[in-house]
């Protein structure tokens, strides 16, 4: 099989093309703007193209012959959805149609897609299973994605696509590239004695390391047959963000003076509390191997091995 990533260069679609490409061909499409060359090595099985997804021409033609795409490009700055509405509409909603136009013009008829657990809203139900009641959207992010899921099951009604949609919590590890583990990093490695927290602390959140999450979207791929095949993605546990400055302050060796902006949000649309039921997914064999500690560990070791990452992520 010939695999596509959209969103390649990117801290999960990078991890997902070292592993795809070990053993097969695939292509990036990547238009740099928070992907970096420097997550893959050189590879004579990944071919890399810098590309708009906007540009639905130019990806009708990008799209020939391939098998199968991975659909991991997105805005994922959630915090900052609201001082550019505009970017969750093009880069979530329209990118999505350009891609599922772009693969019905090549007749590929499989598409996986990574979502999020943000589109749930601001749910009552801890916690959260896949058949939830949907209630209002908190975030643009969220909507956005949930839109694109809509988008996806019609297009496997209507065409006879085939799609895997996985609703992340955020993921952890080598390549992170944006949330609270980053921003507290890049603060820390300037000022060790001062932290800036968003809210309260006391936010409650599941978080899974890459590694984990990529074992999952392939189980889920090599066994389940259903035209549309919707799973959670998380951790058993989840911690408070009181409890990841722990973490991340006894690796640092350091004791800053923590200044909360206060409430139970970290902004205007957060989630103050983050835990999917991953029962359905643990049901075809799948379970977590590394917890959130380790996790947490992983993480800002590999921050720490490349700062290079906070000059090009601002």
């Known amino acids: 099989m010939k695999y596509l990533i959209t969103g390649g260069l990117g801290f999960i679609g990078s991890n997902l093309a070292d592993r795809l490409s070990k053993n097969n061909r695939l292509t990036i499409i990547d238009n740099c703007s928070t992907g970096f060359i420097k997550n893959l090595k050189k590879n004579e099985n990944i071919k890399i193209i810098n590309a708009n997804l906007l540009n639905i021409k130019k990806l009708k033609k990008i799209f020939r012959n391939h098998s199968i795409v991975f659909h991991f490009a997105a805005n994922a700055d959630i915090k900052n959805g609201l001082k550019n509405p505009k970017k969750d509409l093009e880069q979530n909603a329209i990118v999505t149609y350009n891609v599922l136009e772009a693969m019905r013009y090549n007749n590929i008829r499989k598409i996986v897609f990574t979502s999020t657990a943000p589109i749930y809203g601001n749910t009552s139900q801890f916690p959260t299973k896949e058949n939830a009641p949907l209630t209002y959207q908190t975030s643009l992010y969220g909507a956005s994605k949930l839109y694109c899921e809509g988008l996806i099951s019609s297009y496997c009604e209507g065409y006879n696509f085939k799609s895997w949609i996985f609703r992340f919590v955020s993921v952890l590890g080598p390549r992170y590239s944006h949330g609270h583990v980053f921003d507290f990093i890049k603060q820390l490695d300037k000022d060790n004695k001062n932290l800036n927290v968003l809210g309260d602390g006391k936010q409650k959140k599941s978080y899974l390391h890459v590694s984990d999450c990529l074992d999952a979207i392939f189980l889920a ?81 590999w921050l720490l091995k490349n700062k290079w990452i906070f000059k090009e992520r601002k």
């Not at 259903?226 to 690796?251: A, C, D, P, Y």
């Open 221 to 301: 791929l090599k066994k389940t047959k259903k035209k549309i095949n919707i799973f959670n993605l998380g951790h058993n546990n989840f911690i408070n963000v009181n409890k990841s400055i722990k973490i991340i302050t006894k690796l640092l060796n350091c004791k800053p003076k923590l200044k909360y902006s206060g409430g139970n949000k970290g902004w205007v649309g957060d989630l103050p509390f983050v835990f999917l039921d991953n029962s359905k997914i643990k049901k075809i064999g799948w379970k977590p191997k590394k917890n959130i500690d380790e996790s947490i560990e992983d993480t800002v070791n």
